[in-house]
């Protein structure tokens, strides 16, 4: 069985930074494509980053220069390092393992296959 969990979301001022860690175990069954996505307060989820099979990473154009994803294939566990945070960052942040994954008009998504997704994580950004 599948299992993503997500970890190392809080409360922070702005300007603060968070490091927002998705261990994985189970076997993925082909998706080489992982991702954070984020659910705002009322809004829909929407793509953060994602890092597909090949380290292609794309990033939504307004975390790019703030946002970091990486992972640790040894320890089957992703990251997503968040600095200069600002309100508008609030949301509960989820990690996903899709197929593939692609980027069109600053929207980022899985496609190919079911996703698999995690519980997700709060981040709360206060000024």
């Known amino acids: 069985q599948v299992q993503l969990t997500e970890s190392g979301g809080g409360s922070v001022q702005v300007g603060g930074s968070l490091r927002l860690s998705c261990v994985v175990s189970?076997?993925?069954?082909?998706?080489?494509?992982m991702g954070w996505f984020r659910q705002p307060p009322g809004k829909t989820n929407k793509g953060v980053a994602t890092?597909?099979?090949?380290?292609?990473?794309t990033y939504e154009d307004s975390v790019e220069g703030r946002f970091t994803i990486s992972q640790d294939t040894a320890k089957n566990t992703l990251y997503l390092e968040m600095n200069n945070l600002k309100p508008g960052d609030t949301a509960i942040y989820s990690c996903?393992?899709?197929?593939?994954?692609?980027?069109?008009?600053?929207?980022?998504?899985?496609?190919?296959?079911?996703?698999?997704w995690g519980q997700g994580t709060q981040v709360t950004v206060s000024s």
């Open positions: 996903g393992a899709g197929v593939s994954c692609g980027k069109s008009n600053n929207v980022l998504y899985f496609f190919g296959g079911t996703v698999y």
């Open positions: 189970g076997d993925l069954n082909g998706r080489n494509c």
């Open positions: 890092i597909d099979g090949a380290g292609r990473i």
